[in-house]
């Protein structure tokens, strides 16, 4: 099979540094360029040593590089539209990172352009390549448990906003600068928009949408930002199913400019963990463990050393299956449009301080 | 361990990375690759297992400093302690950089567990548990623990006695555990995924097939040594 031509664009989002191995080991792509956001994201870009040129326009690059097939949009969630239009009208394949905008006409307007143009649109969930993950679905479709009657999930990181600032940035986060609640000095766009996944896995495993939820903020771990940092929502899907989720970002961490060793202050960073209640049984899953533990270096705390789990693997091996098979994406946009006005649910409840039906 | 299996997976690895031609064949006390030369290289499936990369990463890479003490325990439902302990002393050779100069073991009544207390080259020092006496059908059991001046590395969480899981499961049929580490390689059980990544990393890295020859020799002649002496009360010297 002839190698997929690939680039990266943007730079700047927290996912960018996971597929730098993935795109360079597997033969089905050649990771040709990258197009940073500005000189920052470049300098940093440069720290990993890719040996892949980086450019600061997507033109150039394109100049540079006319046989770009597919590029993997890397950026803040602000830039999604812009640059899937850009690759949308010179057919090329888009990976999106994992909200494409939470503007729901701007979400209509990528579905319409990405199947006006014909490519491929992969979201990356990067949770359905995990192979807990995998082996969870496999139980609930096998049916030992019998319906699904209750789902509580966490998906609970430290905040990458130090590193990461666009993610701090309701205008940029969310997209535009919304309140959280009347008298609230805080913003949408914080942890919520960083947390989909359990979302979209609850949806899958039950096959169900949500029906209702009721979403509420704690105080800021973090005072100054001015987005969420801790929430909680419960509700029920549209098949009865209960749910409570936390998304929070409840893990502190060191205020790193680049995400190193040392960042974590909690031991584990970041956690995904389902208990799924059914009628016949029950089951508990630690998606991101068992480990390897330490308290070496460079802080002398105990600390979760991530042993097993590279999701980018997988992910990247879809995307390529479907761009030259012509098949499309498990997770595409219009799959993953329920989980953005999920979202944007939860977000009315807390304005609201009502349960939304949705 | 279904050799097929094992090659149709590491078939599937080689296709996806470009990787030379090599084939895993049974061999005793551990499966061999096999290269197209005739060549064969024994398959010390720890050396590629990920929870031992990470550890030793962590000793690489200078997260732990000064290291001091390995203490390593293993416990299988049945079987040799041979290849049992033949891993565990590669896997503290491997760890360290170093190689085992002096071991002293003793056999427990009934020949099912033998404690070794050893010392490497680099001064640091050691102890392997190893047995065989759990039920038959039990899962394994084994904790690997790296003390240093500046830290303390384990494969197992603080506070735990056993391996934990991802998933926890109570159903009708009573409880079971489940934990997967692979994704491409899916399925199979944790021995053939580490036997095939040791395959993958040979074929990825030819001149890590001499190491590993010479590796696998050792460590079994130190465990025969160990085993035997573990009945005499001697201290062993290489």
């Known amino acids: ?358 | 361990m279904d050799i097929a299996t094992l090659n149709d997976a590491l078939g599937r690895l080689r296709a996806k990375y470009g990787l030379p031609q090599g084939a895993i064949v049974s061999g005793t006390p551990w499966p061999l690759l096999q290269l197209p030369s005739g060549q064969e290289i024994p398959l010390l499936r720890w050396r590629a297992e990920r929870r031992f990369t990470e550890l030793k990463n962590l000793l690489d890479g200078g997260t732990l400093e000064g290291v001091s003490t390995l203490r390593f325990a293993t416990f299988r439902d049945g079987g040799d302690l041979l290849p049992l302990l033949a891993a565990e002393l590669d896997l503290a050779c491997h760890l360290t950089g170093s190689r085992i100069v002096r071991l002293y073991a003793v056999m427990a009544p009934g020949d099912r567990a033998c404690n070794v207390i050893l010392r490497l080259e680099n001064g640091v020092s050691g102890c392997v548990e190893c047995g065989v006496g759990l039920p038959p059908g039990t899962a394994p059991v084994d904790r690997h623990e790296v003390i240093a001046r500046r830290g303390v590395a384990s494969d197992r969480t603080v506070d735990t006695q056993v391996p934990q899981s991802s998933i926890y499961l109570w159903g009708e049929q009573g409880a079971r555990t489940y934990t997967d580490t692979d994704f491409e390689l899916y399925g199979l059980p944790d021995e053939g995924i580490w036997t095939v990544r040791a395959a993958y990393a040979i074929l990825l890295h030819p001149e890590l097939g001499d190491l590993w020859r010479e590796a696998g020799c050792r460590c079994l002649e130190q465990a025969k040594a160990a085993l035997k002496a573990a009945k005499q009360g001697e201290t062993v010297e290489f």
């Not at chain 1, 009347?182 to 169900?208: E, I, M, Q």
């Not at chain 1, 999701?311 to 993953?336: A, M, Y």
Request: aromatic share 10%; charged share 25%.
């Open chain 1, 1 to 358: 099979m002839k190698p997929v031509k690939i680039a990266m664009m943007g730079m700047t989002h927290g996912h960018t540094r996971k597929y730098y191995q993935t795109l360079r080991d597997n033969r089905k792509l050649a990771w040709v360029a990258s197009c940073a956001e500005d000189q920052e994201a470049k300098d940093i870009y440069e720290l990993y040593k890719t040996g892949v040129p980086c450019y600061l326009s997507a033109e150039r690059m394109l100049e540079e590089h006319p046989d770009i097939e597919a590029i993997v949009i890397a950026s803040a969630n602000s830039r999604h539209l812009e640059q899937m239009a850009f690759c949308a009208s010179r057919g090329i394949h888009i990976l999106s990172m994992k909200i494409p905008t939470f503007d729901m006409a701007e979400y209509d307007q990528m579905v319409a352009m990405v199947e006006k143009a014909g490519v491929v649109c992969q979201i990356e969930l990067e949770m359905h390549y995990n192979p807990v993950v995998r082996r969870l679905k496999e139980i609930i479709a096998g049916g030992e448990l019998g319906h699904i009657c209750a789902i509580q999930a966490t998906n609970i990181t430290l905040s990458p906003v130090w590193a990461f600032p666009w993610q701090g940035s309701p205008e940029q986060s969310y997209g535009r600068r919304v309140p959280l609640a009347p008298g609230d000095p805080r913003f949408r766009g914080g942890a919520l928009c960083d947390h989909p996944h359990v979302f979209d896995l609850a949806r899958w495993l039950t096959g169900a949408d949500f029906a209702d939820v009721f979403a509420q903020v704690a105080p800021n771990l973090r005072p100054d930002l001015e987005v969420e940092d801790m929430l909680l929502a419960a509700g029920r899907m549209s098949d009865g199913t209960a749910f409570l989720f936390d998304p929070s970002w409840s893990r502190l961490e060191e205020r790193l400019r680049v995400p190193a060793p040392g960042w974590e202050v909690f031991p584990k960073r970041m956690e995904v963990n389902v208990t799924i209640t059914g009628e016949r049984g029950m089951l508990q899953c630690d998606c991101f463990g068992p480990n390897v533990y330490h308290n070496g270096a460079p802080n002398d705390r105990y600390t979760v050393q991530y042993t097993y789990f590279d999701e980018w693997i997988g992910l990247i091996d879809e995307f390529v299956d479907c761009i030259r098979n012509s098949k499309t994406p498990q997770i595409n946009l219009r799959w993953h449009r329920k989980t953005i006005e999920f979202m944007n649910a939860c977000y009315s409840s807390i304005a609201s301080g009502r349960p939304v039906r949705i």
